[in-house]
């Protein structure tokens, strides 16, 4: 949990703490033989959390809030997207 | 400490409090009818009497906005507004409250539109209420001069952190001439003291404003406001009895009384009305008639326990109001109906809609107020629909 001050003020960098993956219904599965490393799942995705790793992208789904915007940029389909059930 | 008495403006009056007050940061947008307040900082800023920052906006939003940036940094921030500006400001003097920041505003209050129109009322304040700003209503130019030197002291204190309103009324104060006492610039600026912020944006150690907040905590910073009005309360009544120890001035804390004691009927209002009540109410006692007024200074924090109190025993109590919730009826007279919920004592509560839209509320019709009041007495009981002064009927037929 973010640390705030009075007001709501926090130390910057603050932020980082925020579990925006909580708020997702929908989880992003990425399909590493299909994935080319393109790179535009990582360019689109608004909260910056697909990472290109050597072997494919990958999502940190403690931020991923799973708008699944990455879905719609994928220009090989190597993304689907699974129903979050916590 | 003895003072300087000369015939101000009101505007000016409360320039030469802000003055000597020493704001770091003065933002402004003109509007009718508090450009004259702002006019006369900018003379002071010019001439070099004051040494402020002194930003022009582009509208009421940035203006707002700018103090908000200002307080932040830990600068002692103000600015004017009336009216429509103080609507366009909403957004942000929420946010004001929430992040803490003491802002001191000069509410010149002015009805809303449409009609469009320039005349006083309380309309716009009220839209307010609900901010976490505080709102100290005032009745004379004096008392406006007074609580501007008061409220940088009162928003900046530690434990109450608040933006403040100090409303005025449009034209009938801000615009009159009255005899006033201005107190040397030294002893006002000592009075006043500085701004000593205990968070401030500062590139050496970082803080973000504006953070985002979820479900489990956002509810627990409205309450903070709430706690931090009641550390106002306290402060209000400390500030003004010191201010009246060093200057010789007193125009209430969180209320003001005027022949209350064995009052049968008490009227209860805010602003320049309060000065005609007072006027009103020496005649009819002078008739032998048992009449008293409750000024209510502060709207924010509401004082409910001190209006209780001051109302004593008293059978009959007329609220005149200069807002509208629509519906619902007069905004103060609503309140004052939840303070007196559950008191042993249940006077009969007659709401008035008097001065709205600036209707002409002089002691005439002050002393038909207390008439109507007195007849309305057994049948209006405590849910008894708003009388209207003035309402020309003849319009809606
Ligand atoms: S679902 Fe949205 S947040 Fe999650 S990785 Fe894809 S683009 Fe980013
Ligand atoms: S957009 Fe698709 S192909 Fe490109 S890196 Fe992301 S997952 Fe791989």
Redesign the interface.
Known sequence: ??D????????????KK?ETGKWRSFRPVVDRNKCIKCGKCADYCPDSCMEIKEDGAEVNLYYCKGCLICIRECPVKAITKEVEEK | MKGKTAILEGSRAVAEAVRACRPDVISVYPITPQTHILEDLARFVSSGQLKSQFVRADSEFSAASIVYGASAAGARAYTASASQGLLLMNEVIYAMA????PVVLTAVNRAISAPITIQPDHQDTMSLRDTGALQIHVESLQEAYDAHVQSFRIAEDPEV?LPIFICMDGWVLSHSYEPVTVFPDEAISEFAGTFQP??KLDPAK?????????Q??LME?RYALMLAQEKAREKIRSVTKEYKEVFGHFDGDLIDTHRTEDAEIILVAMGSMVSTIRAAVDELRAEGRKVGLVKVRTFRPFPEEEIIKACGKAPLIAVLDKSLSVNTGGILATEIKAAFYGNPVQPVIVPFMAGLGGKEVNRRVIKEIVDIACRAGDKQGPRGDTIWMGLDHGFFS
């Open positions: 949990m973010m705030l001050l009075l007001g709501g003020v926090c130390k910057a960098g603050e932020s925020l | 929430s992040t803490r920041l952190l205990v968070q970082p803080l973000t404003y504006g953070s985002y907040a979820d489990d905590v910073y």
